[in-house]
Every structure is written in structure tokens, then in C-alpha cells.
């Protein structure tokens, strides 16, 4: 069995609770806050890290997103990420 790194957590948690619902209501774009997902996967002290996941084209491949616009600091919990659906 495969086991999902860090990432893949990341990027399976907004696939579920951010993308699949914004598709289910008929949004077009859905905006993720690095801190929101960090602190309910506990990797609060790896923001960074969910900047990354949310930043790479993987993410956009796999979920079939496309990044909209990012603001806010480069790897910081205020980093938003914003996402066509």
C-alpha cells in the first residue's frame, strides 16, 4: 500500500472540502487560506509546505483546477489561494 505523503494529504483535504463542494453549488472559482488547511491537518509549523501543495501544477493536474491568483506572503498562513473550478 502507497502510503500519501504530506502533500497528497493536503492536496486530497481541498480536493474534498473545498473544490468537490464549489463544483457541487455551480461555483466557478473556490479561495483557499494556507493557515485554515494547516491548522486542520495539524501542520501548523509546515505552512510552507501547504503553500507548496497548493502551488504546485500537480495540484491543478489532479484536482482539475486552475490557479486563479495567489496573495499574501510567499509561504505564509495568510497566503490565499485562489482556484478555477
Do not use: W
Amino acid at each position: 500500500m502507497l502510503r500519501m505523503t504530506k502533500s497528497d494529504k493536503v492536496r486530497a483535504y481541498v480536493l474534498r472540502h473545498y473544490v468537490v463542494p464549489a463544483r457541487n453549488k455551480h461555483s466557478t472559482s473556490v479561495t483557499v487560506v494556507a493557515g485554515d488547511v494547516a491548522k486542520v491537518l495539524r501542520l501548523s509549523d509546515r505552512i510552507a509546505l501547504v503553500c507548496g501543495a497548493l502551488a504546485a501544477m500537480k495540484f491543478e493536474k489532479e484536482c482539475g483546477v486552475n490557479l486563479l491568483e495567489k496573495t499574501g506572503p510567499g509561504q505564509g498562513a495568510t497566503a490565499t489561494f485562489t482556484f478555477a473550478v
